[in-house]
């Protein structure tokens, strides 16, 4: 069953499925971010509170992060190498932040073999098929769609308002992000504001310092800044870590990724006349992540990012990945591909 709006026949429909499992296992994509996190400890809190005699986890592909340890049940959650190795008994599968089994594990013909599967997203790209999805592209955060399908007429406690501003501030860079349409997402943030009692400003700082090492990577980021003009394309700005530079610097996959966040975050779409970029980062299995950014009217990367075949994401903000064949992937032959398949297709702008 497939819903495209909040609605009673959805939450009718997702609890049933839950009312039948008994072993209920709650994950996000692959490289947690805030929204992801928050969508699944909010969740997560939604059915042990109903379901207090079911095996209920949460478990993700990836490591864990300390800084997110002030968030209420983060401690619970399950870290691996690849989340479909500890799924054991598992008869209903919630996933959040993410309609492509790919995108949370690297064994999706395991996932699409549990009976059940829940799918909860705000992508624009074409889901995979579950039991039952709820998919809305026009909501800014999937956050933003579990408080209002489960939420919003209860009453919330503190906790639970920081983990859903968590989800709505960090997917909409802090309201950065919003389009017109989406100003129900400020009446949103009022109300939780108002139940937790907290600045913004106050409560980004508990979890978004950084360390000086991060920073050094984030300067070596920079150091790597590339500016370049592909014919057809908007001029691109695109910056990198290598293999080298990673292990000689004891750098884990976190690390590099919340480096590569704030370089771009921070210096992609920021430029002068570059409206439009791209940050490569090695993995330790050896693979290689793209994340791309750009601004309104300029490259949909989500688009660019879905006709390379490696990913997908937002209008504005989208990654991918370019898996490893018998050797690891270094930056260079990514590159390679990038700017020939740049080379060979046109943008497509909006």
């Known amino acids: 069953m497939e819903y495209h709006a909040s609605s009673a026949n959805f939450v009718s429909a997702f609890f049933t499925l839950a009312e039948k499992s008994n072993h209920i296992v709650i994950t996000g994509h692959e490289s947690a971010d805030d929204d992801s996190l928050s969508s699944v400890l909010s969740i997560f809190h939604l059915l042990i ?94 956050s933003q769609i579990v408080y209002q399908t489960f939420f919003a007429n209860q009453k919330i406690d503190k906790n639970l308002a920081e983990i859903f501003l968590w989800g709505i501030l960090g997917d909409t860079g802090n309201l950065v992000y919003l389009k017109p349409f ?19 400003q106050e409560f980004l700082a508990g979890y978004q310092s950084i360390s000086q090492k991060i920073l050094s990577v984030v300067l070596e980021f920079i150091k790597n800044t590339r500016f370049i003009t592909i014919a057809g394309w908007p001029p691109l700005q695109y910056s990198f870590i290598d293999q080298d530079y990673m292990k000689s610097n004891q750098l884990s996959d976190n690390q590099i990724s919340e480096a590569g966040h704030l370089y771009g975050s921070e210096y992609v779409r920021t430029i002068t006349g570059y409206t439009w970029g791209f940050v490569l980062t090695p993995r330790s299995d050896g693979n290689v992540n793209i994340s791309c950014r750009s601004l309104p009217k300029s490259v949909n990367v989500r688009i660019l990012m879905e006709k390379m075949k490696i990913g997908g994401g937002h209008d504005r903000a989208s990654g ?21 398949w740049l080379k060979n297709n046109t943008p497509v702008l909006g």
């Open 320 to 340: 991918g990945t370019f898996v490893r064949g018998n050797e690891p992937l270094d930056i260079a032959p990514c590159l390679e591909q990038t700017f020939t």
């Open 49 to 142: 509170s109903r379901y207090p005699e079911k095996n209920i986890r949460m478990c993700y592909t990836g490591e864990a992060e300390n800084r997110f340890a002030i968030f209420q049940n983060y401690s619970q959650i399950e870290f691996s190498e690849d989340m479909a190795n500890i799924l054991g008994k598992t008869d209903l599968l919630i996933m959040l932040d993410g309609g492509d089994f790919g995108r949370f594990s690297h064994h999706p013909e395991i996932l699409k073999k549990i009976p059940h599967t829940i799918c909860i997203d705000h992508h624009a790209s074409q889901p995979d098929s579950f039991s039952l999805s709820l998919i809305i592209p026009t909501s800014p955060a999937c």
């Open 182 to 200: 989406q100003i129900d997402t400020l009446a949103i943030i009022q109300k939780l504001l108002e139940i937790s009692q907290i600045e913004i």
